[in-house]
Nanobody, 133 residues
Framework: QVQVVESGGGLVQAGGSLGLSCTAS????????MGWFRQVPGKERQGFSC????????NYADSVKDRFTISRDNANNTLYLQMNSLKPEDTATYYC??????????????????????????WGKGTLVTISS
């Protein structure tokens, strides 16, 4: 059975750092583009970073550019997100998504990115990140 599981959320002080991971199982990991999304209560879920199947191409929303880094380890079926210089407005539930044969697509409406997929798509259940001031 396919599983996508995020981990690493928690409470961090403003200015601090936090690393998230997303481990996928039951799928051919390098068939999937991967993305990170986040959702704040009262707002729509927004994609802010995505990465090509190979890890060779990454994209970031302006809101996180130069602070967050997305990466992947295909040998271990794991997606990572390193978050630095965290701000209270980064508080959200963070989700990873796996898009089979997917590509990153700019979302002009939301200001971030979404994953276009040509196969199946899987989502984790999310991990909460809270930034205190």
């Amino acid at each position: 059975q396919v599983q996508v599981v995020e981990s690493g959320g928690g409470l961090v002080q403003a200015g601090g750092s936090l690393g998230l991971s997303c481990t996928a199982s039951g799928l051919v990991f390098d068939d999937y583009a991967m993305g990170w999304f986040r959702q704040v209560p009262g707002k729509e879920r927004q994609g802010f970073s995505c990465i090509k199947w190979s890890g060779g191409s990454t994209n970031y929303a302006d809101s996180v550019k130069d602070r967050f880094t997305i990466s992947r380890d295909n040998a271990n079926n794991t997606l990572y997100l390193q978050m630095n210089s965290l701000k209270p407005e980064d508080t959200a539930t963070y989700y990873c998504a796996a898009a089979q044969y997917g590509v990153c697509v700019a979302d002009s409406y939301g200001g971030g990115y979404y994953l276009a997929h040509y196969g199946v798509e899987y989502w984790g259940k999310g991990t909460l990140v809270t930034i205190s001031s």
